[in-house]
């Protein structure tokens, strides 16, 4: 009777420090607490929210983030002109909005590359759903992509494909982020970008 009690015992403490483990490995957090403490994917923490609506955009020169943005990963610190992506903490820089997109999407960038990233593909991935573009330029220019969700996404990846140090174009350079895309603007729209270029007087 001992015997079944000590090993009914040790299975029950079994289980326990396995429920244990799980919740350390698994924690029920937010994002943003995920991203910022466990996973080390952003440099911010309750960044400031500043008011803006969906047609404003996200204007990386801007410290923090618009009301509608739950939180940003994969970019590097707030610059006076904009932000760069940095893979060194995420490969791909990830934007959560506050509700869900489906249906016809249009996402409209502006952004520069480095010098490695020029010719190279930049991946926007929502959701399984995956389209590319060729970065052109390493000043500030506008790319508009199409994606169509089959499915609610609340979160848009932008994956530059060749990111790198610096030192790479500029020997001697010790800065250890692994850039790939200056980010400048960030619009994320309903419908085709024909369409909500026509409706908004963008060129």
């Known amino acids: 009777m001992m015997l079944k009690a000590q090993r009914a015992l040790i299975v029950a403490l079994a289980a326990f420090y396995g429920w244990v483990l799980l919740l350390v490995l698994t924690p029920n957090v937010s994002e943003e607490y995920r991203a910022y403490f466990i996973e080390r994917s952003t440099k911010d923490w309750r960044p400031p929210r500043y008011a803006a609506s969906l047609a404003?955009?996200?204007?990386?020169?801007?410290?923090?983030?618009p009301s509608y943005l739950r939180s940003m990963s994969g970019v590097s610190v707030h610059e006076a002109w904009g932000r760069w992506?940095?893979?060194?903490?995420?490969?791909?820089?990830?934007?959560?909005?506050?509700?869900?997109?489906?249906?016809?999407?249009?996402?409209?960038?502006e952004a520069s590359s480095v010098g490695p990233q020029l010719g190279k593909d930049v991946i926007i991935r929502a959701d399984g759903n995956e389209i590319r573009f060729v970065a052109v330029s390493d000043k500030a220019q506008w790319y508009r992509v199409d994606l169509n969700l089959d499915q609610p996404?609340?979160?848009i990846e932008i994956e530059p494909t060749a990111p790198a140090l610096p030192a790479a174009w500029d020997p001697g350079n010790t800065d250890p982020r692994s850039l790939g895309l200056g980010l400048y603007q960030l619009l994320v729209l309903p419908g085709h970008c024909r369409e909500v270029s026509a409706s908004s007087g963008e060129d």
């Open 56 to 65: 404003d955009g996200i204007d990386f020169s801007r410290p923090g983030l």
């Open 85 to 109: 992506t940095d893979a060194r903490l995420r490969k791909a820089a990830r934007f959560v909005f506050e509700r869900p997109w489906s249906g016809d999407v249009c996402i409209a960038l």
């Open 153 to 155: 996404s609340e979160w």
